[in-house]
């Protein structure tokens, strides 16, 4: 039998996992799910895929909402019991979602249940990351904090790069006419035995020893003020906006772009997220290595400044029409490993900020924040804005400006916070 701290990591894994492949599917489906949910007979196609992405980015208002909710529940009655009951709620909404009817069958009502799915699974995913992160961090070894917290954020990359592969073969394999009639919901249906093994998993595991301590002496340490919680949540999201925004442009927004702007091919489009998603996976553990022997701060600061430094001559080779596949390619996997750079200590930095008795509320807030308006956002943003201005590097405007705003927020890191023990 593996050992606990082990098993946490792999049930912690596997419901993440499960939460990015399908908001992977979803964003790599982008321009199926607007044909047949967001644009009625005779409408733009543009106008219905700004609608897609309203509905994708209304999702990750609402898991501000559900971190609250289901952190505070982890925070009062444990990470075990919330991280069973968010895996349920994702794993049916999803499942649902491959049920619906589309616009042809249900008319105007088929976005709205569409758009109610995604409520529930931004509430659940909300939940998601407090508990998951705080499970890994809590359980992981002394010194290894990073790396532990780093696979959450490579289980961010396997899901993507899970539902970029299942989205590649069935472009593949079924015709084109056959993918938007019906085999787009294979995908969102595949979540349901995936679903299962997370719960099965999940129901197996042991609560956190931090969290056991901390009930056992449920006085102990001065409880955080709301103002205090309120500034450092806010100061989190500020550490996270870089790659937030960074993340969903290169690894989630891109195959819509490619295909909108660009004019690619749907599969050459999802070719180039999985080479970008491939580099932000490889990056990932060894930067979370990296952060627990010199530091969050310099590793999450370098990821930073390259995406800054970056951003455009990279989003320009990927544009020029003489550039080879493997140099296309080579572009959009140092795209996702400067990404990395970030995502690797991030779930370690996050928990490292707050105490045992506020952590799943804490560090899910923050997170659900940066996400909710760089990350649920760019897609909307970035069709808008290259709609209405007609330039094709807004994607590295956005994804710079965010990393650029980013860095005076990674400054006020200490240079040894990876040095001490979790705050209890």
């Known amino acids: 039998m593996l050992p606990q701290h082990r098993r946490a990591l792999l049930a912690g894994s596997v419901g993440n996992f499960i939460e990015w492949y399908e908001f992977g599917v979803y964003g790599y489906f982008a321009t199926v799910i607007a044909a047949q949910f967001f644009t009625p007979e005779g409408g733009s196609g543009v106008e219905g895929l700004v609608k897609t992405y309203a509905a994708f980015a209304l999702a990750f208002f609402f898991r501000p909402v559900g971190a609250a909710l289901f952190g505070r529940f982890g925070d009062r009655y444990g990470r075990r019991p919330t991280l069973i009951l968010v895996v349920g709620l994702m794993t049916a909404a999803t499942t649902l979602i491959g049920l619906l009817p589309t616009y042809a069958t249900a008319g105007a009502a088929a976005p709205w249940l569409l758009t109610l799915l995604r409520v529930v699974q931004g509430l659940s995913a909300g939940g998601e990351f407090g508990g998951a992160v705080s499970l890994m961090t809590e359980f992981a ?19 993507l ?58 006085e102990a340490g001065p409880k955080p003020g709301g103002r205090v919680l309120a500034a450092a949540i806010v100061l989190g999201a500020g550490r996270l906006m870089g790659w937030s925004a960074a993340g969903y442009t290169f690894l ?87 990404v990395g750079l970030m995502a690797g200590p991030g779930p370690a930095m996050l928990a490292e900020m707050f105490p045992t008795r506020v952590r799943c509320t804490g560090l899910g807030l923050a997170y659900s924040l940066a996400n909710a308006v760089f990350s649920g956002c760019a ?46």
């Open 252 to 338: 989630v927004v891109l195959p819509s772009y490619l295909q909108s702007t660009l004019d690619a091919s749907f599969q050459q489009a999802l070719l180039a997220t999985v080479f970008a998603n491939a580099g932000f996976a490889a990056a990932i553990l060894p930067a979370g290595l990296l952060s627990d022997r010199f530091g969050r701060r310099a590793v999450m600061l370098a990821g930073a400044g390259l995406v800054v430094v970056t951003a455009f001559p990279l989003l320009r080779l990927v544009q020029d029409p003489g550039a080879s596949t493997a140099a296309r390619g080579a572009a959009l996997a140092v795209a996702g490993a400067v």
């Open 141 to 159: 070894p002394p010194g290894r904090r990073g790396l532990y917290g780093a696979w959450q954020s490579l289980t961010v990359a396997l899901g």
């Open 379 to 424: 897609g909307l943003v970035v069709t808008e804005l290259i709609n209405r201005t007609g330039s094709a590097d807004v994607p590295a405007y956005y994804a710079a400006a965010a990393c650029a705003v980013s860095v005076p927020a990674l400054l006020t890191l200490r240079r040894d916070d990876h040095r001490h023990p979790l705050r209890e």
């Open 161 to 218: 790069l899970g539902g970029a592969g299942v989205a590649a073969v069935l472009a593949a394999v079924v015709s084109e006419a056959a993918l938007e009639s019906w085999a787009w919901r294979l995908p969102f249906l595949l979540t349901l035995p995936l679903g299962l093994a997370a719960l099965w998993l999940r129901l197996r595991l042991e609560e956190t020893p931090s969290y056991t301590r901390r009930q056992e002496v449920p």
